[in-house]
């Protein structure tokens, strides 16, 4: 039997490293009661501005949501927009010594706007190049300095195609982990999906893997994809894939085989940043010792909650101590 309280309890002592692409996720809320005369748009009344970091950096918001330290290790512009996220970061406790400055860059901004309660449009302002040598030369020394100078319990990649994680970054870091006997987590994207080798736990949604491995394949055939993740897995020294599916819940494939987990029945307001829930949950839960099925499980009900909400949102640490408590047949 899963001891939930214990593990729950030993998430504030764990520190996880956290290298990605981040992001400031802009909301302008309001109202609409007609149509431009200027264009056959509507016409929003602004009611209010919100600004929230987002990308890697909501998951460093999930995990010290959920008790845990994060560190964050990013590249962002030397901009206005990257000064604003600096000080988000502070402000919120995240710790900012894993961030580099490269004035080259611009800091990535989307912006959603929102009417009565449904996304209307979405603006992107963004860099998405690679890392230029230099700037990668830098980042990856910064990266080494806070292995020596600091101990994880778990590193976590999260990728959003922007640029911060380059092949460099992720065979540097993964073997600086290695050597530590550090677990590594990674949520990709395409650009850098078959870059990843001697993971822990690789977390692709299912449009991510498809793209990745070029599969033509449902959902819901299970013996399809444990074939094709199967065969990933011992090219690339996977331990743990776990696939996001969705309305159709989750994949696991390790060591026991693979197993289908499914979605709990949510009221869905907003999918915007389950799978940076999901990818923090899971690396505390593995961090803490659970075994990949119940930290699937766990990951997957964290994930489930947070579309509950409207916009980006870390995950409220006693919501899921609640849920799991509910459902602790799941963990037996």
């Not at 070029?214 to 959902?219: C, Q, S, T, V, Y």
Request: hydrophobic residues 40%.
């Amino acid at each position: 039997m899963i001891q939930l309280q214990h593990v729950f309890d030993t998430f504030s002592r764990l520190k996880v490293m956290i290298v990605g692409d981040v992001m400031i996720d802009s909301y302008l809320w309001g109202h609409t009661d007609r149509i431009s005369p200027e264009a056959p748009v509507p016409v929003i009344t602004c009611t209010q501005n919100e600004y929230r970091p987002g990308g890697a950096a909501n998951v460093a918001l999930n995990i010290e949501s959920l008790g845990g330290r994060p560190v964050l290790c990013t590249v962002i512009g030397n901009d206005d927009s990257g000064l604003s996220f600096l000080s988000m970061m502070q402000a919120k406790g995240i710790s900012t010594e894993g961030i580099t400055f490269d004035p080259q860059r611009t800091t990535t901004v989307k912006t959603r706007i929102i009417s009565n309660g449904q996304q209307m449009l979405r603006v992107d302002r963004e860099t998405d190049t690679p890392l230029s040598e230099e700037m990668e030369r830098r980042f990856i020394e910064r990266v080494r300095r806070l292995f020596k100078a600091e101990h994880f319990d778990a590193v976590v990649f999260e990728d959003y195609d922007k640029g911060a994680i380059t092949p460099a970054v992720i065979t540097e870091t993964v073997a600086a982990a290695g050597d530590l006997g550090v677990p590594v987590l990674v949520d990709p994207k395409k650009r850098n999906f078959n870059h990843y080798r001697n993971i822990t736990l690789f977390k692709p949604n299912f449009k991510e893997l498809t793209e990745g491995l070029e599969l033509r394949i449902g959902k819901t055939d299970t013996d399809a994809l444990f074939q094709a993740v199967q065969t990933f897995q011992k090219e690339k020294d996977i331990r743990n894939m776990l696939v996001t599916l969705s309305e159709a819940g989750m994949f696991l494939s390790d060591t026991d085989g693979y197993r289908a987990i499914p979605a709990e029945r949510r009221d869905v307001a907003d999918v915007s940043g389950a799978g940076d829930t999901v990818i923090a949950t899971a690396a505390l839960c593995l961090a803490a010792g659970l075994p990949p099925y119940e930290t699937a499980v766990l990951a997957n009900l964290a994930g489930g909650l947070v579309c509950e909400k409207v916009g980006v949102v870390p995950i409220d640490r006693t919501s899921l101590w609640h849920e799991a408590s509910r459902k602790k047949e799941l963990f037996s």
